[in-house]
T-cell receptor, first 116, second 115 residues
Framework: QKEVEQNSGPLSVPEGAIASLNCTYSDRVSQSFFWYRQYSGKSPELIMSIYSNGDKEDGRFTAQLNKASQYVSLLIRDSQPSDSATYLCAVISRDGSGGSNYKLTFGKGTLLTVNP | DAGVTQSPTHLIKTRGQQVTLRCSPISGHKSVSWYQQVLGQGPQFIFQYYEKEERGRGNFPDRFSARQFPNYSSELNVNALLLGDSALYLC??????????????FGQGTRLTVV
């Protein structure tokens, strides 16, 4: 099982619609979860972080976390063409060394296209 | 304040050569991580350093090495380059304390092409 899995996409939505991006993770002790946006040819840009179960809203973005189901999602309301990008889910997980070290593990990303 | 800066932005190397990539973290950040991102994939963890000590290593061969300097900047070295090392190399900077609940901010990356 992959550590962080995302919908393979691509996901296409019309302008003004809600885009829903999903992510599951395998490490049950993970505590920190992040969503990054990456435009083609650019580096990832942090858009949301969430640490507790429930919803966290920031402008048009809402992150949702359910630790029991090991599931995190990102909703983008009123989607705009400028939201077209790859969205990366990232999870803090143990690095496998057995110690206290950890790493940020990414999913493959979901390509979102917002059509005008 | 300047963000995470990486140099160079683009690099072309020949198979078998060695390369050094550089990263300066956000001012006040003491943790630096390196990631490799090949086309169509998410970033893969290579190394993490905090206070000049290695604090994590991903599943990469020994041809990959890194270090962190007293000013918290970092270098990633790759020896005996292979075509498969062609990728975007990303450096991430984290808050001053070593904690799971800190956000990582990325530099613009170094695009390495091995021919």
């Amino acid at each position: 099982q992959k550590e962080v899995e995302q919908n393979s996409g691509p996901l296409s939505v019309p302008e003004g619609a809600i885009a829903s991006l999903n992510c599951t993770y395998s490490d049950r002790v993970s505590q920190s979860f992040f969503w990054y946006r990456q435009y083609s040819g650019k580096s990832p840009e942090l858009i949301m972080s969430i640490y507790s179960n429930g919803d966290k809203e920031d402008g048009r973005f809402t992150a949702q976390l359910n630790k029991a189901s090991q599931y995190v999602s990102l909703l983008i309301r009123d989607s705009q063409p400028s939201d077209s990008a790859t969205y990366l889910c990232a999870v803090i997980s143990r690095d496998g060394s057995g110690g206290s070290n950890y790493k940020l593990t990414f999913g493959k990303g979901t390509l979102l296209t917002v059509n005008p | 304040d300047a963000g995470v800066t990486q140099s160079p932005t683009h690099l072309i190397k020949t198979r078998g050569q060695q390369v050094t990539l550089r990263c300066s973290p956000i001012s006040g950040h003491k943790s630096v991580s390196w990631y490799q991102q090949v086309l169509g994939q998410g970033p893969q963890f290579i190394f993490q350093y905090y206070e000049k000590e290695e604090r994590g290593r991903g599943n990469f061969p020994d041809r990959f090495s890194a270090r962190q300097f007293p000013n918290y900047s970092s270098e990633l070295n790759v020896n005996a380059l292979l075509l498969g090392d062609s990728a975007l190399y990303l450096c991430a900077s984290r808050a001053p304390h070593f904690s799971m609940n800190t956000e990582a901010f990325f530099g613009q990356g170094t695009r390495l092409t091995v021919v």
